[in-house]
C-alpha cells in the first residue's frame, strides 16, 4: 500500500511541477499574441526606443499611398490578413514580421524604403498576430507554409510578377525553413534579417527572461509535436544548406535577442549566392535604421543584381 501511495504522489509532484507547468510555458509562448502598433503608448522595446519617431514617419508615409487589405486562406482554413500598397510594379516585396509583433513595428522602414524604389509592397500578418486568425502561432515553423500560400496568391494573380521575399527575426527564421525549396524563377533572392536557427535554441536563450526552467523545453517539443506536428529542434541551417536562391543577410552588432554569431552560422551554411551585411551597433530589428544609408547602399546593389 505504501508503494501505491509513493507512486501516486510522484505522478501528482510530476503533473504539478512539471507537466502542468510546461504546458502553461507552451501555451505562453505559442498561444495568440496580444500586439501593439507602433504609436502605442505601451509600446516599449528598448532597442526601437532611438528611431520609433522616424518609423512611425515613415509608416504615416507609406499608409499615405493608400493600401487594400488582403486576405487569404492558409491550408487549415487560417485567415490571415496582409496590407497591400500596389504602384502597378511588376515586382512585389511581401514582408515578413517577427514573432510577438505588428507587422509594421518590424518592418516599416525597409517596406516603405523598398516601396519607394519600385516595388509593390506586402506587409503579411502572422497567424495568431494582430487581425488574422488562428490561436496558435508556430515560431516559423507553420508560417512557413502561410508564407507560401501568400507567394502563390500573388503569382496567381500575375504570373508575370516577381516577388522579393523579405524575412526579420521569425519572420527571416521563416523564409530560412522555406530556402531550399522555393525554386520558382519569379523569386529571384531573398533578404533574411536576424534570423534565429531554431525555436528550441531561441528558447534556450530566452528561457531566463520568460520564466522558463530550460529543463522544461524537452516537454515543450513534445507539446508542440503533439499539438502542431512541429519540431522546435528543426534548424535553418539544415535549410539553408540547400538553399535555392540568393540571399541577402543582415544582422546587428548588438542584437541581444538574436545574437550576431547566429546571424554568421545562418551566412555560413547557405550554400546559395549570398551577401552579408554587419551593422555596428544594430539592435534586433533595427539594424536598418541603425544605418540605413549602409543597408540601403548594399541591399540597392543586391537587389538590382537580381531585379534587372
Known amino acids: 500500500m505504501l508503494y501505491i501511495y509513493l507512486l501516486l504522489g510522484l505522478i501528482l509532484f510530476l503533473i504539478i ?3 502542468a507547468p510546461a504546458a502553461v510555458c507552451y501555451r505562453s509562448v505559442f498561444g495568440r499574441r496580444k500586439t501593439l502598433p507602433l504609436d502605442s503608448e505601451k509600446l516599449y522595446k528598448p532597442a526601437i526606443e532611438p528611431y520609433k519617431e522616424k518609423m512611425i514617419a515613415d509608416r504615416d508615409a507609406l499608409q499615405a499611398h493608400g493600401c487594400k487589405r488582403l486576405t487569404v486562406t492558409a491550408y487549415d482554413g487560417v485567415k490571415l490578413c496582409g496590407d497591400y500598397y500596389d504602384r502597378g510594379a511588376d515586382k512585389t516585396a511581401i514582408m515578413i514580421h517577427g514573432y510577438n509583433a505588428d507587422p509594421y513595428v518590424n518592418l516599416v522602414s525597409p517596406a516603405k524604403w523598398l516601396f519607394d524604389e519600385g516595388f509593390n509592397v506586402l506587409v503579411i500578418c502572422h497567424r495568431a498576430h494582430g487581425e488574422s486568425g488562428g490561436e496558435r502561432c508556430g515560431m516559423g515553423l507553420i508560417e512557413k507554409n502561410d508564407v507560401l500560400t501568400w507567394l502563390r496568391f500573388i503569382l496567381d494573380e500575375n504570373p508575370r510578377r516577381y516577388v522579393l521575399l523579405y524575412g526579420m527575426s521569425m519572420g527571416g527564421t521563416t523564409l530560412a525553413y522555406l530556402s531550399d525549396t522555393i525554386d520558382d524563377p519569379r523569386v529571384p533572392c531573398m533578404v533574411i534579417d536576424c534570423g534565429y536557427i531554431s525555436t528550441e535554441n531561441q528558447l534556450r536563450h530566452d528561457a531566463k527572461r520568460m520564466h522558463m526552467p530550460p529543463l522544461l523545453i524537452p516537454l515543450i517539443r513534445r507539446l508542440g509535436i503533439w499539438d502542431q506536428h512541429i519540431d522546435i529542434r528543426e534548424r535553418s541551417i539544415d535549410h539553408l544548406k540547400e538553399a535555392q536562391k540568393p540571399i541577402l543577410f543582415i544582422h546587428g552588432t548588438a542584437d541581444l535577442t538574436v545574437p550576431l554569431e547566429e546571424g ?11 551577401r552579408m551585411i554587419i ?30
Open 264 to 274: 554568421k552560422r545562418n551566412f555560413e551554411a547557405c550554400s546559395s549566392e549570398k
Open 279 to 308: 551593422v555596428e551597433d544594430g539592435g534586433h530589428t533595427t539594424a536598418f535604421q541603425t544605418n540605413e544609408k549602409q543597408v540601403t547602399a548594399e541591399m540597392g546593389e543586391f537587389l538590382r543584381q537580381y531585379f534587372k
Open 17 to 19: 511541477f512539471v507537466f
